[in-house]
């Protein structure tokens, strides 16, 4: 089965399913992915930062693949992405969910207002505290082991016809733009996964994406 890492930013959507099941570690605590968001580059894909070009702020999405993309809305929180596709291309597959698998107790110290453990890491932002995760990961590689954070396949390596869970797809989240485009990816019946909230518009509301 061909690897995320390997394909190009025209296929974020598909490199996102791919990246459904792997692990991520980071500050002693380590989350298996259960739920992504593909984003494109250039025109293509208005909900992007990238949309417009290059940027300051977006630079990283642009490669190469494998680096995280950080970045914060409201002026509080912070996102991860997973930078994907070949150099010179925007696509980053935003990580909105996982299963804390390694940590339990330092992420349950992180994210005291938890109410149970499935919801640790059930969005964006809670996968960030629990991880530990800020601005200062931006850039960093996720795959050469000299960042903050790195990503690993999923324990039980899928077989060459794909993962035997389901795959379900539907809208993005918090966008305001191209709502109804489905790539937002999760895993089938998993109980991190976050809840769907359709975008509302706010005054000076900053983009989530």
């Given at each position: 089965?061909?690897?995320?890492?390997?394909?190009?930013?025209?296929?974020?959507?598909?490199?996102?399913?791919l990246?459904?099941?792997w692990?991520?570690?980071a500050?002693?605590?380590?989350?298996?992915?259960t739920?992504?968001?593909?984003?494109?580059?250039?025109?293509?894909?208005?909900?992007?930062?990238a949309?417009?070009?290059?940027?300051?702020?977006?630079?990283?999405?642009?490669?190469?693949?494998?680096r995280?993309?950080?970045?914060?809305?409201?002026?509080?929180?912070?996102?991860?992405?997973?930078?994907?596709?070949?150099?010179?291309?925007?696509?980053?597959?935003?990580?909105?969910?996982?299963?804390?698998?390694?940590?339990?107790?330092?992420?349950?110290?992180?994210?005291p207002?938890?109410?149970?453990?499935i919801?640790?890491?059930?969005?964006?932002?809670?996968?960030?505290?629990?991880?530990?995760?800020?601005?200062?990961?931006?850039?960093?590689?996720?795959?050469?082991?000299?960042?903050?954070?790195?990503?690993?396949?999923?324990?039980d390596?899928?077989?060459?016809?794909?993962?035997?869970?389901?795959?379900?797809?539907?809208p993005?989240?918090?966008?305001?733009?191209?709502?109804?485009?489905?790539?937002?990816?999760?895993?089938?019946?998993?109980?991190?996964v976050?809840?769907?909230?359709?975008?509302?518009?706010?005054?000076?509301?900053?983009?989530?994406?």
């Amino acid at each position: 089965m061909t690897s995320w890492v390997e394909l190009p930013a025209t296929d974020v959507d598909v490199a996102a399913q791919l990246l459904l099941g792997w692990r991520l570690t980071a500050n002693g605590v380590t989350v298996r992915l259960t739920e992504v968001e593909a984003y494109s580059g250039l025109g293509e894909d208005p909900a992007s930062h990238a949309h417009r070009g290059v940027t300051n702020r977006n630079r990283v999405m642009f490669g190469p693949a494998g680096r995280l993309y950080v970045y914060q809305i409201y002026g509080m929180h912070f996102c991860a992405n997973v930078v994907c596709g070949e150099t010179g291309k925007a696509a980053a597959v935003l990580l909105r969910a996982g299963a804390v698998i390694d940590g339990l107790e330092i992420a349950r110290e992180r994210r005291p207002a938890a109410r149970k453990d499935i919801d640790l890491a059930a969005g964006p932002a809670k996968l960030m505290q629990v991880l530990a995760l800020n601005r200062d990961a931006n850039g960093s590689s996720l795959l050469d082991g000299t960042g903050p954070a790195a990503l690993s396949p999923p324990a039980d390596p899928a077989s060459p016809d794909g993962p035997a869970y389901e795959i379900e797809a539907g809208p993005r989240v918090g966008v305001t733009s191209a709502h109804d485009v489905p790539w937002r990816f999760w895993i089938s019946g998993d109980p991190t996964v976050s809840s769907y909230r359709r975008h509302t518009p706010r005054r000076n509301r900053d983009m989530f994406r």
